[in-house]
């Protein structure tokens, strides 16, 4: 039963979640598809737009959605393209309320918007699930090299993180409060992918997301067939934001998923009149995870995420990236 729904092996099913009201009385709802197989196993969730104006896990959710394989599905997939429909709506990153609702879990049905959102897709979609993926892009101005974000502590989290196939799983238990810390203290292992900047489509994110899904996937046993494995697997537990040390217009020196050394110039810092202010240089060598995509800063603004790895996985990351660097550096088609 699912949103009081009978869903039967072999069938599928859209719903509806009712969440609030809008200030004439309509209702707003998350849709949520649940498709079951005819053979058991287990229950996956996979959420995206948790963030309204991150809209790349949209386009996975979509895609996966259309995927014929389902038909031979084992166990059950709840989806749910747009879980924070308000912000959605206006395409800003948290809801009417200014709250973020991935702040806000596991929430609470007499609390504000955001906190009753938050309960509602923790009863209908957590509780009912064995394992998570939560789809999200940078926030704000910023983009993200695609990344697996994961408790590495736990041995069931760690390895959905390496089922999901990437090339960096980046360590960490999640914000207080955060869906995937959430879930997985309730006992249901959940990782987090993260690629791309809000409010586009990237094709390319969008389909290296829809493999690690569906790796997932097959990881699990709910889907048939290999996974796809990356040439290269490197864990990173510890990075580091580069910040701007003077105000400016930035002209950005690196890209993301670039392996680069201490020392190295990341940007350069320049006034209007097109004077150079000042160099920002990495303070040590590491890969590129992150970065801002708005050319004006303030003295401190984040600049470049950079994630710290050991020598060999520098050197194995350097080969990878001068063998290919489209595949791995500059920017994806947009739609």
């Not at 150079?276 to 708005?294: D, P």
Request: glycine share 10%; aromatic share 6%.
């Amino acid at each position: 039963m699912f949103a009081g729904t009978s869903v039967a092996p072999g069938e599928s099913a859209d719903l509806k979640l009712k969440v609030s009201e809008t200030y004439t009385s309509d209702p707003v709802s998350i849709a949520v598809t649940v498709i079951r197989g005819r053979r058991s196993g287990p229950t996956l969730f996979v959420t995206a737009s948790i963030h309204g104006d991150e809209l790349n896990g949209v386009g996975i959710v979509r895609s996966l959605l259309a995927e014929p394989d389902l038909s031979e599905l084992r166990g059950t997939l709840i989806a749910v393209p747009v879980a924070n429909v308000p912000g959605f709506l206006t395409l800003d990153r948290n809801a009417p309320d200014r709250r973020d609702l991935n702040r806000s879990f596991p929430g609470n049905e007499r609390g504000s918007l955001t906190s009753r959102t938050a309960r509602i897709l923790f009863r209908e979609i957590v509780s009912r699930s064995d394992f998570g993926v939560d789809l999200h892009t940078g926030g704000g101005e910023r983009a993200n090299f695609p990344q697996v974000r994961a408790d590495l502590e736990s041995p069931e989290v760690a390895r959905l993180a390496r089922g999901f196939g990437l090339p960096l799983v980046i360590h960490g238990k999640g914000p207080a409060r955060s869906f995937r810390r959430t879930a997985v203290q309730r006992g249901v292992p959940t990782i987090v992918y993260e690629a791309g900047s809000p409010r586009r489509f990237e094709r390319r994110f969008i389909e290296i997301g829809l493999r690690g899904v569906l790796n997932v996937l097959r990881h699990l046993g709910m889907l048939a067939g290999d996974l796809v494995v990356p040439r290269a697997k490197i864990e990173v537990h510890e990075s580091t934001w580069l910040r701007a040390r003077a105000g400016g217009i930035l002209d950005l020196r690196v890209e993301l998923g670039q392996p680069i050394q201490r020392g190295q110039v990341v940007s350069i810092n320049s006034n209007p009149f097109g004077q150079e202010r000042s160099q920002l240089k990495s303070k040590t060598s590491g890969i590129v995870i992150g970065l801002t995509r708005l050319p004006l800063v303030h003295p401190g603004d984040a600049i470049c995420h950079l994630a710290r790895v050991g020598r060999e996985e520098h050197e194995a990351w350097t080969a990878l990236w001068q063998e290919n660097p489209r595949l791995l550096g500059p920017a994806p088609e947009t739609q």
